[in-house]
């Protein structure tokens, strides 16, 4: 199981503003950056957020990233249909000396 | 333009031996580390090994340290997975991933191969 929880689930409507949590502890999200990835169904995941809140080249901006103490959250505005998939957190995990992915979060446009 | 390309998964039965490969092109294959993470249909990532852009540096999650073993080649672009004693819950969709960040333990993925399935059942 992992160290790292995320909601299951959150939903908005399009063009609304939903964010996805991630909550850890000092050995991981407190110790180190935290980096996010999108899954859309059927598909490989895909890098969204690096070192807590860089994207990537190609990522619009209505993606972001923050961390404080032992959290994470990645928020997403002006939702669209195509942003539908899972997300997960990750970071490496400092006593494990292993990395560590959350729990998962789908996201859904009602 | 990045590419990532693994094989060699199947169904195979708990407790013989499988291995995976990963083929990478489109950027300088020895000049990264590279991880292997998994996927269990419908379920969530769990990462599984890292190794470092010259094989001499490996970390492994828990549930597969002495059992699954990543190396690589850098003379063919490929990264390996040596699944041996493989059990019923290692079933999973498995990826190659291209490590990213400022030391190994310090990582994040910026591209993935499409997957692997390994099934392992009698």
């Known amino acids: 199981q992992s160290v790292l929880t995320q909601p299951p689930s959150v939903s908005a409507a399009p063009g609304q503003r939903v964010t996805v949590s991630c909550s850890g502890s000092s050995s991981n999200i407190g110790n180190d950056y935290v980096s996010w990835y999108q899954q859309l169904p059927g598909t490989a995941p895909k890098l969204l957020i690096y070192d807590n809140n860089k994207r990537p080249s190609g990522i619009p901006d209505r993606f972001s990233g923050s961390k404080s103490g032992t959290s994470a959250t990645l928020g997403i505005t002006g939702l669209q249909t195509g942003d539908e998939a899972d997300y997960y957190c990750g970071t490496w995990d400092s006593s494990l000396s292993g990395y560590v992915f959350g729990t998962g979060t789908k996201v859904t446009v009602l | 333009q990045v590419q990532l390309v693994e094989s060699g998964g199947g169904v195979v039965q708990p407790g013989t031996s499988l291995r995976l490969s990963c083929t990478a092109s489109g950027f300088t294959f020895s000049g990264y580390a590279m991880h292997w993470v998994r996927q269990t249909p419908g379920k969530g990532l769990e990462w599984v090994a890292v190794i470092s852009h010259d094989g001499s540096t490996k970390y492994y999650a828990d549930c597969v340290k002495g059992r699954f073993t990543a190396s690589r080649d850098n003379s063919m672009n490929t990264l390996y997975l040596q699944m041996n004693s493989p059990r019923a819950e290692d079933t999973a969709v498995y990826y190659c991933?291209?490590?990213?960040?400022?030391?190994?333990?310090?990582?994040?993925?910026?591209?993935w191969g499409q997957g692997t399935l390994v099934t392992v059942s009698s």
């Open positions: 991933a291209r490590h990213r960040g400022r030391t190994i333990n310090i990582p994040y993925f910026d591209y």
